[in-house]
């Protein structure tokens, strides 16, 4: 009669512990239903779940297993298990799977405590762990080093209300100054292929209209308008064009003084190289100004730029722009062009932004993200990063730390 038993090995890691084991089942008629394996901190945590044809054949595995694994010090236990448990297993595999990432500075037992209430709270299911950040020093300051830590949990199973399980991360998220993404676990994920800024306060740490305005002696009017716009406040197309008057008379030799002061977002280079290392396409989708726009892609290597093309007369910005404004319904319109332009569906898109004029963008983008982003704008997004980094996003796509600083 036939046995199932799970094999479970533990301790200092040390190399071929796998090879020893598989070893001697090979030796037995048997037939490996289900095997895992993580190491933490040098320590070896190895399951193997094996059918027998024979009870005599199991019991000869354990005894040698067993010895095997007590020369190398390690820690062997099995645990029989039925066939209706097997089964009830295999029926589970059908469940929906999501994937949940936790990013912040640091990570505390606290945050992973809370996160994973909520998750058994709607009836979800951890199958796995992984930690897609590096190895963390124990005597940094994370703050002021700008490290980012980053956990992957696994979860199985359909919560009742998604909206709510998502309400209850955005709190977590807040009180604990953490990010919290939730994402279906499907191929999209891990094929998305072009990837969408907004430029000004998301590749670039400035609003550049507020620079100009600076420079023309209008600053806190047009910063004013600006604010209000971005927390959606004012339409874009009226914000815009009442900022725009209160630039007219600006010398155009200002563009260039203001471009070469212009400084990307943390985490910004890193993320680019890395996308361009992969062959993702990229764009710049900005309600901004084509002349930076322009200067943000030769220096990034990006693909696409669109943007507002400010008139010039006589070496004098006019206060006007040449052609349609680039709004925020424009934004998703280019989205979609692009998308097609590239052969590929929305859910392969990801879509970056902060502001109220990206959400229309940040919806019909397989991903879309609100980093840094107002309250408003957070709230309406389908996920956040406010405590890191631009980079952080790579962690959405499931890349780790060590698969990026490979050359």
Sequence with gaps: MRELLLITVSGQDRPAV????????????CRILDI???????????????????????????KNVLYAMHERNLQVRFTPITESAYREWVA??????????????????????????????????????????GRTPLDI??????????????????????????ADFTALSA????????????????????????????????????????AAGVGDEVAAITEAAMRGELDFKQ???????????????????????????????????????????????????????RFIQARLGMDYV???????????????????????????QLLRELAQKENISLEQVIAVGDGANDLPMLSVAGLGIAFRAKPLVKASAKQAISNLGLDAILYLMGLRDRDITQP
Excluded at 175 to 197: E, G, K, P, S, W
Excluded at 266 to 285: D, N, P, S
Excluded at 307 to 323: F, P, S
């Design 239 to 293: 914000s815009f064009a009442r900022r725009m008057a209160l630039l007219k008379g600006l010398d155009e030799a200002v563009l260039a003084e203001v471009a070469a002061s212009l400084r990307f977002t943390e985490g910004c280079e890193r993320l680019m190289a890395t996308l361009k290392k992969l062959g993702y396409k990229t764009a710049i989708l900005s309600g901004g100004f084509n002349y930076f726009g």
């Design 306 to 332: 669109f943007a507002n093309e400010l008139e010039i007369v006589d070496g004098k910005v006019t206060g006007r722009v040449v052609g349609d404004v680039v709004d925020g319904q424009r934004k998703a």
């Design 92 to 133: 589970q595999q059908g469940k929906e799977r999501h994937i949940v990432t936790l990013l912040g500075r640091q990570i505390s037992a606290e945050d992973i405590a809370e996160l994973t209430a909520i998750l058994a709270h709607h009836g979800l299911n951890i199958d796995a762990m992984t930690r897609l950040s």
């Design 175 to 214: 009180r604990l100054n953490v990010d919290i993404a939730f994402q279906a676990d499907n191929m999209y994920r891990r094929t998305r292929r072009l990837v969408c800024f907004d430029m000004d306060s998301t590749l670039i740490e400035a609003e550049v209209i507020d620079e100009l305005a600076k």
């Design 18 to 29: 796998t090879s020893a084991v598989t070893g001697i089942l090979a030796q037995h008629p």
């Design 36 to 62: 895992g394996q993580a190491v933490i901190h040098d320590h070896l945590s190895l399951g193997i779940l094996a059918e027998f044809a024979q009870h005599s054949a199991a019991s000869e595995a354990v």
């Design 141 to 166: 300051d994370p703050l002021q080093d700008q490290t980012q830590a980053c956990i992957e949990f696994s979860a199985r199973g359909t919560p009742a209300d998604s909206s709510q399980l998502r």
